[in-house]
Structures are given as C-alpha cells and as structure tokens.
C-alpha cells in the first residue's frame, strides 16, 4: 500500500510561479512511478508528468514542457512539480499518482492517488 499527499497548490497570477509537493509513503518509494495528473472542471483527468524510477528522463505533457520541472527527493520521499509561468489554462485540481510496472501517461493505470490541490491561475 502506498500513501500519497500533495500540498502546495494555492492562487497565483498568470506568469507567477508554484511548487506542489507528492508526499510518499507506506512503501519503497523507489520502486514506484510517481506522475501528476490535473482536472480542470468539466474536463477528464490529464497527464501533466511523470518521474520514472528506471531512471528513464521525466516525461511532459506538451502543454507544460518547458514550463513545468518534476524531481525527486529521495530523503524527504518527495516528488515536486515546480510550475513557472502560469497560464489560467494551467487552473486545475493537481493530483500524484504511483505506479508500478512501465510508466504511462494513462491515468487508469495508476494504482495509487492523493487527494489533489487546487490551482488556480488568474488574470
């Protein structure tokens, strides 16, 4: 069993910048993809990125590569998402997610959830 908690979201306007954090805990944390997905209102759940455990380099969605930096920190058992220059349409609720297995960008194939934060982008 593996144990998810992101903190960091919050308000903050277009071109700022926010760092979410994925808590991880419960098991080897190594051993796990670890991506993040977000929701927007009325819309599906979309793959934002994802930090391999293989070693494999972190994958992007378009819409934030370049943007959007997902790293590890092995002896906090933390993943962060830095976002820099938001956009309103980067408003969404931020969830992790933990896998084993291949990494995907398919958010039916993540075992494993946090709760999700909110951010909000604004004008």
């Known amino acids: 069993q593996v144990q998810l908690e992101e903190s960091g979201g919050g308000l903050v306007q277009a071109g700022g910048s926010l760092r979410l954090s994925c808590a991880v805990s419960?098991?080897?944390?190594?051993?796990?993809?670890i991506a993040w997905f977000r929701q927007a209102p009325g819309e599906s759940r979309e793959f934002v990125a994802i930090?391999?455990?293989?070693?494999?380099?972190?994958d992007y969605a378009d819409s934030v590569k370049g943007r959007f930096t997902i790293s590890r920190d092995i002896a906090e058992n933390t993943v962060h998402l830095q976002m820099s220059s938001l956009k309103r349409e980067d408003t969404a609720v931020y969830y992790c997610?933990?896998?084993?297995?291949?990494?995907?960008?398919?958010?039916?194939?993540?075992?494993?959830w946090g709760q999700g934060t909110q951010v909000t982008v604004s004008q």
């Open positions: 419960g098991r080897t944390f190594n051993t796990f993809h």
């Open positions: 930090f391999s455990e293989s070693g494999r380099s972190p």
């Open positions: 997610a933990a896998r084993q297995g291949l990494p995907s960008r398919t958010a039916s194939y993540f075992d494993y």
